[in-house]
């Protein structure tokens, strides 16, 4: 597909990768909806992109989000799943000051799985649902995935999230293949965004310092990947990992 003909939703789009991807996206002509929980990350986007608060973790605001972009844009033919959130910790460990065994808590597992997993697939369910109802070809749906989903220490949610996202790329690109909608993921390793500024200094150092490449990723980096995807209409299906060679 090309890009200039392509009319995407963007979901965690107020800052970082999401950010990037909407910015990249209307440089190069398409018509693109941006929608994040962050009303004044979304603020921030040049006008010519559609902004919309959204929490993509409610199944009825995902409807509504796609019902409207459809409208707004005349058509929904592509979605990037970029929407997500950490909540990083042990799945269990003992403080070491008082002995007392600590559980990663119900709220953290859940957050996560409500964004990261249940959000990605609300939006893909909605977004399928509306291009195969307008008979829309050809169709993208292109999730966010990571390196994570390999496995990785204090993040049993965020692992469990990825992982299952992956899998469901090649689902949905089995599923969904006969309507002409293909679906690809992209696995970021280490990528320069608030989340990642965020990091204890002493464990993001440490991080940096086992990527073979001996640097952090940028956005930009990850959106190469992500145009691939956008624009290679043999590209199904599969996971492509950017992580500067680093691997789990």
Request: hydrophobic share 45%.
């Amino acid at each position: 597909m090309r890009l200039r003909d392509l009319k995407v939703i963007v979901t965690g789009a107020a800052s970082g990768m999401g950010a990037h991807f909407a910015l990249r996206l209307a440089e190069a002509g398409a018509a693109v909806t941006a929608c994040d929980v962050n009303e004044e990350g979304l603020s921030m986007l040049p006008p010519r992109v559609l902004r919309r608060r959204t929490d993509v973790s409610d199944p009825r605001q995902c409807a509504e989000l796609v019902e409207w972009a459809d409208e707004q844009m005349d058509g929904v033919n592509a979605l990037i799943n970029n929407a997500g959130i950490l909540r990083d910790g042990l799945l269990v460990k003992k403080d070491r000051e008082t002995g007392a065994v600590v559980t990663m808590p119900d709220a953290d597992w859940q957050a996560v799985i409500d964004v990261n997993l249940s959000g990605a697939t609300f939006m893909a369910r909605e977004v399928a649902a509306r291009m195969v109802a307008n008979e829309t070809r050809p169709g993208v749906i292109v999730n966010m995935s990571s390196i994570s989903r390999h496995g990785n220490r204090g993040q049993s949610n965020y692992v469990a999230a990825k992982a299952a996202l992956a899998a469901n790329t090649v689902t949905w690109a089995r599923e969904l293949s006969r309507f002409g909608i293909r679906a690809g993921a992209v696995a970021p390793g280490m990528v320069e965004t608030p989340m990642t500024r965020g990091m204890n200094r002493k464990a993001r150092d440490a991080a940096v310092a086992a990527i073979p490449v001996g640097r952090i990723g940028e956005p930009e980096d990850i959106w190469l990947a992500v145009r691939f995807v956008l624009e290679c209409d043999y590209f199904n299906g599969r996971t492509i990992d950017v992580d500067g060679g680093l691997s789990f």
